[in-house]
């Protein structure tokens, strides 16, 4: 089971709400969004939070965010938005 908090982050951002979506916005100002997938995982349901991490490996480099799935506990989403290809 991965703890979305101890992984090596930007700073382990962790925000709720209107927050969230304008630090989001400035993370992933010029990425695409490439995939979603659910990964082994907590984030807590009662707030809107969200994790950001940087990420470089198989689909390229960016940030990745985890936010709660709403129907498990067990499980998180994860969202890769990568550089765009030349």
Same mark, same amino acid.
């Given at each position: 089971? *991965?703890?979305?908090? !101890?992984?090596?982050? *930007?700073?382990?951002?962790?925000? !709720?709400? #209107?927050?969230?979506?304008? *630090?989001l916005n400035? /993370? &992933? @100002?010029? %990425? $695409? #969004? ?7 995982? +907590? %984030?807590?349901?009662?707030? !809107? &939070?969200?994790?950001?991490?940087? +990420? @470089?490996?198989? /689909?390229?480099?960016? $940030?990745? $965010? /985890?936010?709660?799935?709403?129907? @498990?506990?067990? +499980?998180?989403?994860? &969202?890769? +938005? ?5």
């Open positions: 089971m *991965i703890d979305v908090r !101890s992984r090596n982050s *930007i700073g382990a951002l962790l925000y !709720s709400g #209107e927050y969230r979506n304008a *630090i400035q /993370f &992933t @100002s010029g %990425l $695409v #969004e490439d995939h979603s997938a659910l990964t082994n995982g +907590y %984030l807590s349901r009662r707030k !809107s &939070t969200c994790a950001i991490y940087k +990420y @470089s490996g198989r /689909f390229g480099d960016g $940030v990745v $965010v /985890f936010t709660p799935n709403t129907g @498990s506990s067990r +499980y998180c989403w994860i &969202t890769y +938005y990568v550089k765009p290809p030349m």
